[in-house]
C-alpha cells in the first residue's frame, strides 16, 4: 500500500471541484447583471439572448446552461434589482411594518433611501417603466412578487401622514407614484440629464440637493387639514 497523500495535497485535491463550479456561479452572476441592464434598456421583447450574452462575455451557446429560457433570465434579473432595493432598505431603514417613528420621519427616512438608491440604480425605474406599460403574465408576477407589498406598506404611511396634514392631500395611490417619479426620473434619464445641464445627477451633492428638495415639495404641508 502507498503512503497516504501529504495534508497539503490532499487539501489540493479536495479545492480542486470548486473551482469549476466557482467559476459557473461567477458566470451566472455576470448574465443577470448584464440581463438587468439589457432588459432595462429594451424592454423584454427588444432584448435578445445574443446581446446579453456578449454583454456579459459569455458565450451564446453557454447561456442554456444556466438558463432554460429568455424569460427565466428576466426573472433573475427581477430578483436582482429587488432583491438589491430590499437589502438597502433592510439596512438603512427598515422592511417592518410596525415602527416606533412618526409617519413624517418614516416617509422621510424612505423618500430619502429610495432617491439614493435610485442614484446608484437607475436601472429600477427602466426596467419598470419597460415592463410597466403593457400587460402581460410577466407583469403580473412582478407585481404581486415585488411591487405589492411595497406599495401597501408605504401608501399605509402615506394614508396617516396625509390624515396628520403632513403630506398632501388625495388619493395615497397617486402620491405614491408622484413620489416614485420625483425621486426616480434624474437617475432613469441621466445622459438626459448631463446634456440639458452639464452636470452628472447622480453626483454626491446633487442627490443631496434632490432629497432636500423633495422634503420641501412633499412635506412641508405640517399643520393642513387632511
Same mark, same amino acid.
Not at 427588444?46 to 438558463?67: N, Q, S
Given at each position: 500500500?502507498?503512503?497516504?497523500?501529504?495534508?497539503?495535497?490532499?487539501?489540493?485535491?479536495?479545492?480542486?471541484?470548486?473551482?469549476?463550479?466557482?467559476?459557473?456561479?461567477?458566470?451566472?452572476?455576470?448574465?443577470?447583471?448584464?440581463?438587468?441592464?439589457?432588459?432595462?434598456? !429594451?424592454?423584454?421583447?427588444?432584448?435578445?439572448?445574443? &446581446?446579453? =450574452?456578449? /454583454?456579459? @462575455?459569455? $458565450?451564446?451557446?453557454?447561456? #442554456?446552461?444556466?438558463?432554460?429560457?429568455?424569460?427565466?433570465?428576466?426573472?433573475?434579473?427581477?430578483?436582482?434589482?429587488?432583491?438589491?432595493?430590499?437589502?438597502?432598505?433592510?439596512?438603512?431603514?427598515?422592511?417592518?411594518?410596525?415602527?416606533?417613528?412618526?409617519?413624517?420621519?418614516?416617509?422621510?427616512?424612505?423618500?430619502?433611501?429610495?432617491?439614493?438608491?435610485?442614484?446608484?440604480?437607475?436601472?429600477?425605474?427602466?426596467?419598470?417603466?419597460?415592463?410597466?406599460?403593457?400587460?402581460?403574465?410577466?407583469?403580473?408576477?412582478?407585481?404581486?412578487?415585488?411591487?405589492?407589498? !411595497?406599495?401597501?406598506?408605504?401608501?399605509?404611511?402615506? &394614508?396617516? =401622514?396625509? /390624515?396628520? @396634514?403632513? $403630506?398632501?392631500?388625495?388619493? #395615497?395611490?397617486?402620491?405614491?407614484?408622484?413620489?416614485?417619479?420625483?425621486?426616480?426620473?434624474?437617475?432613469?434619464?441621466?445622459?438626459?440629464?448631463?446634456?440639458?445641464?452639464?452636470?452628472?445627477?447622480?453626483?454626491?451633492?446633487?442627490?443631496?440637493?434632490?432629497?432636500?428638495?423633495?422634503?420641501?415639495?412633499?412635506?412641508?404641508?405640517?399643520?393642513?387639514?387632511?
Amino acid at each position: 500500500m502507498g503512503q497516504p497523500a501529504p495534508k497539503r495535497e490532499r487539501g489540493r485535491r479536495a479545492q480542486r471541484p470548486r473551482r469549476p463550479q466557482q467559476r459557473s456561479l461567477d458566470t451566472r452572476e455576470r448574465l443577470v447583471d448584464a440581463a438587468l441592464e439589457v432588459f432595462a434598456a !429594451r424592454g423584454f421583447d427588444g432584448a435578445t439572448t445574443r &446581446a446579453i =450574452a456578449e /454583454r456579459a @462575455g459569455v $458565450a451564446l451557446a453557454a447561456l #442554456p446552461y444556466h438558463f432554460e429560457t429568455k424569460e427565466a433570465l428576466w426573472r433573475a434579473a427581477a430578483e436582482r434589482i429587488f432583491g438589491l432595493l430590499h437589502t438597502h432598505f433592510e439596512a438603512h431603514v427598515g422592511v417592518d411594518a410596525e415602527s416606533d417613528a412618526t409617519p413624517e420621519a418614516r416617509l422621510r427616512d424612505w423618500l430619502s433611501e429610495f432617491v439614493r438608491f435610485a442614484a446608484r440604480h437607475p436601472e429600477l425605474h427602466r426596467f419598470m417603466l419597460q415592463e410597466g406599460t403593457g400587460a402581460s403574465p410577466r407583469l403580473s408576477w412582478l407585481v404581486e412578487k415585488h411591487v405589492r407589498p !411595497r406599495f401597501e406598506l408605504l401608501r399605509d404611511v402615506l &394614508a396617516r =401622514a396625509q /390624515r396628520q @396634514g403632513i $403630506a398632501p392631500k388625495g388619493r #395615497p395611490e397617486h402620491l405614491f407614484y408622484a413620489l416614485i417619479g420625483a425621486a426616480s426620473m434624474p437617475y432613469a434619464v441621466a445622459p438626459e440629464f448631463r446634456r440639458l445641464t452639464g452636470d452628472d445627477p447622480a453626483a454626491e451633492p446633487l442627490v443631496e440637493a434632490h432629497v432636500e428638495f423633495l422634503f420641501q415639495l412633499f412635506f412641508s404641508r405640517r399643520g393642513r387639514a387632511a
